[in-house]
């Protein structure tokens, strides 16, 4: 019964392509995010949807687009993937916006 | 005004010690400060939390230290043990608010036998 769960795990694709992360959460929250991790650890938000309404949307490439089809998931999806857009992606969940988030195990992005 | 500040970068204690990780920030509007563990391959994970209403809170042997009038604070980890060996994050937000929680830059903390 995970909390927060992301598919898929490890992602390793070409410069070019187009793909997609999915997130769900059953903790009955009413607000998700993404965050994109880099190799230096750095946690930097990219976006924040409180009731499949966006709430935060950060200095982003417009080649990420996030959905959320309902309050449970809220999935990324990359166009023209970027030797840059390697990282951990993590999704995370709260009760409130910006109140205790709970994060998701990461995928891991290699962009060759 | 948004950073939070946090040191040090990484840390390396011995078993049984006390690790003491710092944090500064500048928006006197924020209320909620978080403290997050990550371990090598997963998420982070919330370890303990305090509001500007108290000075300290412990849960066993972890310690946020509040200090508003400085506006830092600090997380003590007591009998470090090599199992705490994670890359800790602060972070601080305003509640209800929907801004975002602004993390610190981490540190990654080894503790060895």
């Known amino acids: 019964d995970t909390a927060v769960s992301q598919t898929p795990k490890y992602l390793v694709t070409q410069m070019g392509n187009d793909k997609s992360i999915k997130c769900e959460q059953n903790?009955?929250?009413?607000?998700m995010y993404w965050y994109k991790q880099d190799s230096k650890k750095f946690l930097k938000i990219m976006f924040s949807?409180?009731?499949?309404?966006?709430?935060i949307n950060e200095t982003v490439p417009n080649r990420f687009s996030p959905k959320s089809p309902d309050k449970a998931h809220l999935n990324l999806h990359i166009n023209s993937l970027e030797l840059g857009d390697s990282a951990v992606y993590f999704c995370?969940?709260?009760?409130?916006?910006?109140?205790?988030?709970?994060f998701g195990p990461g995928t891991r992005l290699t962009v060759t | 005004q948004q950073q939070v500040k946090q040191s040090p970068q990484s840390l390396i204690v011995q078993k049984g010690g006390i690790s003491i990780i710092n944090c500064a920030y500048e928006?006197?509007?924020?209320?909620?400060f978080p403290w997050y563990q990550q371990f090598p391959g997963k998420g982070p994970a919330l370890l303990i939390a305090i509001r500007p209403d108290v000075s300290e809170k412990k849960e066993g042997r972890f310690t946020i230290s509040f200090n508003k009038s400085a506006k830092q604070f600090s997380l003590h980890i007591m009998d470090s043990q090599p199992g705490d060996s994670a890359t800790y994050f602060c972070a601080a937000s305003v509640v209800h608010n929907t801004d975002k929680l602004i993390f610190g830059t981490g540190t990654r903390l080894q503790v060895f036998p």
């Open positions: 995370a969940s709260s009760q409130e916006p910006s109140y205790e988030q709970y």
């Open positions: 928006n006197t509007a924020f209320d909620y």
């Open positions: 903790l009955g929250h009413d607000t």
């Open positions: 949807y409180n009731n499949k309404e966006l709430i």
